[in-house]
């Protein structure tokens, strides 16, 4: 893939595409959906339900991590991850404010 130009945009703008091509991805789809029904998991039980190696789910995490999807809180050896929800909101927020959806009679 090639790099994707950010240069003209509003930070905005750019803040959500990275967020949303973070969610282009299959794997991390189905761990935000694990998240939602297990919040507070750790990575031990991801993999139990996922056909991935635990190098690759953290990976995952890592990425959803980065664009601030989920938050991870340490416990011991583990860290348990939960949405963020302030940017669930801030993303919610972005696509209804930016579509112009018909009313409905």
Not at 24 to 51: E, H, T, W, Y
Request: overall charge positive; proline content about 4%; glycine content about 8%.
């Amino acid at each position: 893939m090639g790099i994707t130009k950010t240069f003209g945009f509003a930070l905005k703008i750019n803040e959500m595409a990275d967020i949303l091509k973070a969610l282009g991805n299959p794997a991390r789809l189905k761990i935000i959906q694990f998240l939602i029904a297990s919040p507070g998991s750790c990575c031990g039980d991801m993999i139990q339900v996922l056909p991935l190696a635990q190098s690759t789910v953290s990976k995952h995490l890592s990425e959803l991590k980065r664009v601030k999807l989920i938050k991870g809180k340490n416990k011991g050896n583990n860290i348990y991850y939960s949405l963020n929800l302030a940017t669930w909101e801030k993303v919610k927020g972005f696509l209804l404010s930016e579509i112009n959806l018909p009313k409905e009679n």
